[in-house]
């Protein structure tokens, strides 16, 4: 049985909607989530209700990406090796490098706890589903874009945690334990692991039921933000950062975004891509998957400090989608331009006289 027409309708006539203007809808459910949260933030009972929901939330979220998320499509796509090394590099080397550098800026661009969610937010793997839109929107290669996307998420579900580890030990106030590393394993790679082992059954139906599994998505992202935020606002978040913090952290979060795509952009180029992997290649390489990073924070993070580290996140997650629409309209644009003008196929050379009957 598939999706219920009216189900399927509402989703859409939504998302049209605010796409006409400009809006992106679970921005704006988000942005909600977060004004509900500072108005009425859970407590007492409501509180530890709403922290036991996220860990059941967090664990059908990756169940669910587990059931999937195909392995069959990122080993297709290991043929496209350089291809995928290139947008891998941006990933997990190239931001978090940049994450490092902004270490150096001071405490009145980046407070410490502004910092360490920076520094989180390059440690993610890729969106899968606003990559593949951005490519296919801009003409690129949505096969490889596909197996791209597919592949950083697999690969992220077990580096993003280590690199996390290693990175956020210590210096930037998080002391990643034993018992945080059993709830990465028992709220995200056991869930993935049932997903992948049940998708030869569950798949079909994931697929025929699409709105239904984004709903799912959605909301337990935005139980997640709520519990945050929740928590956050008892601890007194909004008094630890100013209105010109988050000006300065949008900048940057532009800064790294533009450096980026520029970088992905110049380097494909002089390795020899062509314009479709080029465009592959910018738009895996830029993404920050909103996704996966706030499960993974909930577990990293105190959970006084969640709503905090995860702002950056929120509001690179917005920038990336802001900019890349317009780039990907633009490059859309002036590739059915090029089509339009280049000149057809040459024509056929004569066939020679017609042999002798």
């Not at 392995?71 to 941006?90: N, S, V, Y």
């Not at 049940?198 to 799912?216: E, G, K, Q």
């Not at 601890?235 to 950062?241: D, K």
């Not at 209105?243 to 795509?261: I, N, P, S, T, Y």
Request: proline share 6%; aromatic share 8%.
């Amino acid at each position: 049985m598939s999706d219920p027409p009216r189900l399927r309708t509402a989703f859409g006539s939504v998302d049209r909607a605010l796409h006409r203007i400009g809006l992106d809808g679970f921005i704006l459910l988000l942005l909600g989530t977060v004004g509900l949260a500072t108005l009425l933030p859970a407590t007492g009972p409501a509180a530890t209700a709403v922290t036991w929901s996220v860990k059941v939330a967090v664990g059908l979220l990756f169940f669910l990406y587990g059931v999937r998320l195909s392995p069959q499509e990122a080993l297709a796509g290991a043929r496209h090796w350089r291809l995928h090394l290139l947008i891998l590099g941006c990933t997990f080397v190239l931001f978090p490098l940049l994450g490092e550098a902004a270490r150096f800026l001071p405490g009145s661009v980046l407070s410490p706890q502004l910092y360490t969610g920076v520094l989180f937010l390059t440690l993610l793997p890729s969106t899968v589903q606003s990559s593949i839109a951005f490519t296919s929107m801009a003409r690129g290669n949505v096969a490889a874009a596909i197996c791209a996307a597919t592949f950083s998420s697999l690969l992220g579900i077990v580096l993003t945690p280590l690199l996390a580890t290693w990175l956020l030990t210590g210096g930037a106030g998080v002391q990643v334990n034993g018992g945080q590393i059993l709830d990465i394993l028992l709220q995200l790679l056991v869930p993935f692991t049932i997903g992948q082992l049940l998708r030869r059954w569950l798949a079909p139906w994931v697929t025929r039921h699409r709105a239904v599994t984004l709903a799912v998505d959605r909301g337990s992202i935005l139980l997640i933000v709520y519990s945050a935020f929740s928590e956050g606002v008892r601890e007194g978040i909004w008094g630890r950062v100013t209105v010109g913090q988050v000006l300065w952290l949008a900048v940057v979060c532009l800064v790294m975004l533009a450096f980026v795509l520029l970088f992905s952009g110049v380097l494909s180029r002089r390795l020899g891509f062509d314009r479709a992997d080029r465009v592959t290649i910018q738009f895996c390489g830029s993404k920050k998957s909103l996704a996966n990073g706030l499960p993974l924070a909930t577990i990293l993070f105190p959970a006084a400090s969640v709503g905090l580290t995860v702002l950056p996140l929120m509001l690179f997650h917005q920038l990336q989608l802001m900019v890349c629409t317009v780039l990907a309209q633009h490059w859309g644009r002036r590739s059915e331009a090029e089509d339009a003008t280049s000149p057809g196929p040459p024509p056929a050379e004569p066939a020679g006289p017609a042999p002798r009957t």
